[in-house]
């Protein structure tokens, strides 16, 4: 004769089945865990280049220089050929895009380098119309650029994603430009990759060189007589 399954029963199916479910959930949600040199390229810009690779990739680019503490920062500005021939100021940094078919529908790449080696990586896109959100953009970008699982959001409209040694923001932002006549009135699509561990070196150096010049203006006003 069958006995009648009990509260007790019950509890335990229960408990059994939502351990399933938990070991389920946890295999199907591996952390992102991505080294710097599996770092995926932005339109051929990678992190760990250096400054010297960047200058063969544009030849218009002057050598790089870097500041007193090893850090240095490139802007590279994109302008279609019939706005670079109609500017009189043309700095290195402004690239003729139609030389570089690649980035005809980038706005604005900036690199970070520290000891010539890029730490951080930004790049702007054209047609901002393509997407309507920014959780559209990351949500095609994460499978082609390889990050998995979800991104987390931010007051403003872009997302952040902590993967293994790098960490990534994508979503809109505005773009300054040199020229009014290549400004553009809405948010840019940007994707940013970072090397963390390079980002918090530079930002020390920083945080140690503003000490420095803070101590030095203080010892200036001490030592100044009317």
Avoid at 17 to 36: M, N, S, Y
Avoid at 46 to 63: I, N, S, Y
Avoid at 156 to 171: H, N, P, R
């Amino acid at each position: 004769m069958r006995t009648a399954p009990t509260r007790k029963n019950h509890q335990m199916r229960f408990l059994f089945i939502l351990a399933l479910l938990c070991i389920t959930a946890c295999k199907g949600q591996q952390p992102c865990q991505i080294t710097v040199e599996q770092a995926p390229s932005l339109r051929g810009l990678r992190l760990g280049m250096t400054t010297e690779d960047l200058v063969r990739q544009f030849a218009t680019l002057q050598p790089i220089k870097r500041s007193s503490i090893g850090i240095s920062t490139v802007r590279l500005v994109f302008v279609p050929r019939e706005k670079y021939v109609e500017l009189d100021l043309r700095p290195d940094y402004l690239i003729n895009n139609v030389n570089y078919p690649d980035f005809r529908d980038v706005n604005t790449a900036e690199i970070l380098f520290l000891e010539d080696r890029a730490y951080s990586i930004t790049v702007f896109y054209q047609n901002p119309d393509l997407w309507r959100t920014s959780d559209q953009f990351v949500s095609h970008i994460s499978p082609v650029l390889g990050f998995t699982g979800p991104w987390d959001s931010t007051l403003l409209d872009f997302k952040t994603k902590e993967c293994g040694m790098i960490s990534a923001k994508a979503g809109f932002k505005s773009v300054d430009t040199i020229s009014r006549a290549l400004s553009t009135a809405r948010p840019l699509p940007f994707m940013q990759v970072i090397d963390s561990a390079s980002q918090e070196k530079a930002r020390l150096r920083e945080r140690d060189q503003d000490t420095k010049e803070r101590q030095k203006l203080e010892g200036e006003r001490k030592a100044f007589r009317p």
